[in-house]
C-alpha cells in the first residue's frame, strides 16, 4: 500500500512542503526567497509539520500496538480489559509499651527518612485496634498509605510512630510488608488486550480462565488444567510477580475472583469446580569451573553477580513456556560472561543434562558457584 503524503515523514519536513505550495503558485509571480509570496507561505510550512506529526500520532494511538499512555488504557478497557491498579503493601508490627494499653486502628507509622532524596521515608497505617498483653506487646495489622512496589520493605524498617502514644514505647515490623504492586506496565496491558482479543474466551474455556486469572493484579501467567479431578473440575497454576510462585494471599485472591469456595459472584460457570494452586519453586543450582580473562578488570564474585542475573532473567522468560532448562542454554550464558574465557565443569542440579519441568512448576535459580 501506498504512503499517504502526510504520513511520509520525508516528505513532510518544513522545506518540502513550503516547496509544493510554491509550485503551485505561477511561474509568472516573484516566489523567490524574501518575497511577499515566499514569506507568506513559510510559516504556514511550518504550522503543516505539526498538523502532519499529529496525523501520525492520532494514527499511531488508533492502534493497539502503538498506542500508549491513558490512549492504551482506553482501547483496552473497549474490550473489557481493565488495567490493573497500583497495590498497597499489607503487613504486621509488634508494638512494645505499658500492658493494657490500647492501639487504635488508624494509627499512622512511618519508616526512617533516609539521607539521599530517592529514598523517602515510607507511611504505614494500622488497620485494627490491639490491646498490648500482659507483658507488653501486641501485634497489629498494618497497610502502606501509597499503593505500590515500593511498600515492600525489610523488616525491622518501620519504627516511628506519628502521633503521641505516652504508653507505647516502640514499634517495629518483625517480619518485611509484602503485596505492594505498582500499577500494570503498558506492555504487560498490552500484551493482555493482544490475548484477549487474539484468543477470545468462549463458555469458560480455557482462554477465559487465561484471561480472568491475569485479571488479577500480580499475576504474571497461568496453566490451565481441564477435567484435572474428573468432568466439571478445572485447576489454575498461577506465577506471581516477576515470573515467581506467589503467595498464598495471591493465590486467594485469584481463587475468589474466579470462583469463591464460599459461593457468591464468579467468573466461571456455574457448576464448574475451580482449584488455584500456586506454581512449585524448581531450583535451579549451578556449579561450574571456568577459565578467566587475566586481562579482564573483573573479578570472580562480579562474574557471579552478572550470571546469576542474567540466569535470573533468562528463568523468567522460560516460566510456563517450556517443559525444559537447557544445559546447552546456561553453559551458554557462563561463556557470554565478560571475563569467561571458557568453562571447564559445568553441573545443573548435579547433573550434565537438560531439566525437565513440569507444568506445575517453575525454575528459579537456587544456589550459584562459580571456582577457578
Do not use: C
Amino acid at each position: 500500500m501506498e504512503i499517504p503524503v502526510y504520513l511520509d515523514s520525508t516528505q513532510n519536513t518544513e522545506e518540502a512542503i513550503r516547496q509544493r505550495m510554491l509550485d503551485r503558485v505561477d511561474d509568472d509571480i516573484d516566489k523567490t526567497e524574501g518575497s511577499y509570496v515566499w514569506d507568506g507561505l513559510a510559516p504556514v510550512a511550518m504550522e503543516l509539520v505539526f498538523v502532519s506529526l499529529l496525523a501520525q500520532y492520532v494514527l499511531n494511538m488508533g492502534f493497539a500496538q502503538t498506542s500508549a499512555d491513558d490512549y492504551l488504557t482506553m482501547r483496552a478497557a473497549e474490550h473489557g480489559v481493565i488495567i490493573r491498579p497500583a497495590v498497597k503493601a499489607t503487613g504486621k508490627v509488634l508494638f512494645t509499651g505499658t500492658p493494657g494499653s490500647t492501639v487504635p486502628e488508624g494509627l499512622l507509622l512511618s519508616t526512617e527518612g533516609a539521607e539521599t532524596e530517592d529514598s523517602s521515608s515510607l507511611q504505614f497505617v494500622t488497620t485494627q485496634n490491639i490491646t498490648l498483653d500482659e507483658t507488653g506487646h501486641g501485634e497489629a495489622a498494618i497497610e502502606a498509605v501509597e499503593a505500590g512496589a515500593q511498600g515492600n520493605i525489610p523488616a525491622g524498617r518501620i519504627v516511628l510512630m506519628l502521633a503521641d502514644r505516652r504508653n507505647v514505647q516502640a514499634v517495629t515490623n518483625p517480619e518485611p510488608t509484602t503485596g505492594g504492586l505498582d500499577v500494570e506496565d503498558p506492555e504487560i496491558l498490552r500484551a493482555r488486550y493482544l490475548e484477549k482479543v487474539r484468543h477470545p474466551g468462549t463458555s469458560g474455556n480455557i482462554d477465559d480462565y487465561k484471561q480472568w486469572a491475569k485479571e488479577v493484579p500480580g499475576v504474571t501467567d497461568v496453566h490451565v488444567i481441564p477435567l484435572w479431578n474428573g468432568p466439571g473440575t478445572v485447576k489454575l497454576i498461577v506465577l506471581g510477580p516477576n515470573k515467581l510462585p506467589p503467595d498464598a494471599a495471591l493465590v486467594a485472591a485469584v481463587q475468589e475472583y474466579i470462583a469463591p469456595t464460599n459461593g457468591g459472584e464468579r467468573k466461571a460457570p456455574i457448576g464448574a469446580t475451580v482449584a488455584v494452586d500456586a506454581a512449585e519453586s524448581l531450583p535451579i543450582q549451578i556449579d561450574a569451573t571456568v577459565l578467566m580473562d587475566a586481562s579482564a578488570n573483573i573479578s570472580l564474585a562480579e562474574i557471579n553477580e552478572n550470571f546469576t542475573a542474567d540466569l535470573t532473567e533468562y528463568l523468567a522468560t522460560m516460566a510456563f513456556q517450556a517443559d525444559v532448562i537447557r544445559y546447552a542454554r546456561i553453559g551458554s550464558l557462563l561463556i557470554e560472561q565478560t571475563g569467561v574465557v571458557d568453562y571447564i565443569d559445568l553441573t545443573i542440579n548435579g547433573g550434565t543434562g537438560n531439566i525437565p519441568v513440569a507444568n506445575n512448576q517453575v525454575a528459579v535459580v537456587g544456589a550459584v558457584e562459580i571456582h577457578v
